[in-house]
């Protein structure tokens, strides 16, 4: 895939205390293969789908141990000059741009209102190889208890425009062009109090229910669905380690799109 515009979610990681577990867990509920493990960069191990890149999985580095999460990486086309932008509009910088080889250069952020997230900024390695297929990532969602923080921020560091979906929920859409790329929903009291905000990731399936029934059987445990919507079948799921994502299946759609409106 070509590189991504600014802003376009276009990797994802995880850091595993155990990731020959995660490997397992994620080869048999999503179809993964593994590529060699790169000592020179960490024990960094890229994970793919016939042959095309779609994540990985790192160990923590020394004092970074703890829960493990997803992290949604957005393209950024100069990382030094998104990583002010971050700044000046109230973020926090957690890793400040590094050349990783002449695979590009990465940043960690947090939001105003404590959601990380990364920056990619593409050399060898552009990004995901494949989307909105079977074992691909195709969604993300901020999840948010302080949703007009993230509203203000997101928008002033990328080129997004930002809708609301019409409901009971607290949901907005953050457009690039005519391009859906990134949701928000305020998290309610239903996410328990010591659950702090991240970015939920969503990886196609091409049967929810299967993929749920793989997850529960390798130690994973179902925390949402599976759920019938306009937007394909889906589930959130905990994987063994405890870190949050959601399976979905696109082409199990049911109902209508809901409405949307232009935000402030």
Known sequence: MAVQPEGSPCWADAMFADV???????????????AETSAEFGDYTQAFVDGRAVAAVVPPMPGQEGTSQWCLYLAAADAAATAARIRENGGELLMEPMRVGDFGTMCLARDPGGVVFGLWQAGTHEGFGVTAEPGAYCWAEVFTR????SDAFFPAVFPYR???LEGEMDFRVYDLGERSVLGRMRMTDDFPPEMPPYVNVYFSVAD???????????????????????FGRFAAISD????NFS???LART??????TAAAD
């Open 20 to 34: 020959e577990a995660a490997k397992s867990f994620y080869g048999d509920v999503l179809g993964w293969t593994f």
């Open 146 to 149: 302080e949703p007009e923080k």
């Open 162 to 164: 930002s809708r609301e």
């Open 208 to 230: 929810c229910d299967e993929a749920v029934a793989r997850a529960t059987a390798r130690g994973g445990v179902l925390r949402f669905g599976p759920m019938d919507t306009p």
């Open 240 to 243: 063994p380690q405890g870190a």
């Open 247 to 249: 399976v979905i299946d």
């Open 254 to 259: 049911t109902g209508e799109l809901p409405r």
